[in-house]
């Protein structure tokens, strides 16, 4: 099984995004994240999907646990649809790949696909949403493929080495932040 590789372009800077935080409180807030949400089980499904097991159920524990108004939209979709789509998602070696088929789903837009991407590979992917473009500045923004891609992940990237954290651990920073603070 190969896993999607993070993008691998130099990391651009934008001067859009703003850490609403002191970089040395990123652990602080992703260490309260527990007190608002539980990932265990999407992320135990993403191991699942990871391994070979691409049923709706994995899936619709991930969609659910990101916005379970979502949920009923993949029942729009195929059994083959879904599990190929997780299928080519889990072995993509391109970010860009993995997000298309995915987003190719109905239900499945940016914040999802990310949702799902991070359940599969934490340490590879991280969500993009209004919460966290909010701790970033930017709420009023779109959280689109090209944003993600071009400049979210970059940046998220770029603050997981300053902190000396994990993608994950950011994501829950700044997810955490933005429930605290907005």
Sequence with gaps: MATAKAPTRRIRTFPGFQLRFPMTEVQLWADKFSQFDDD???LDAG?????????LKNLLVIVDWKSKRRAKLLADNSHSEREEALRVAVSASEPRTAFGVLMGLAGIDTPMASAILTAINPSHYTIIDWRALDALGRSDWNASLKLYLRYYFPECARIAAAAGVSLRTVDKALWT?????S
């Design 177 to 181: 932040w933005s429930k605290v603070n």
């Design 40 to 42: 265990t089980a999407a």
């Design 47 to 55: 191991k699942k999907i990871c391994a070979g097991e691409y049923g």
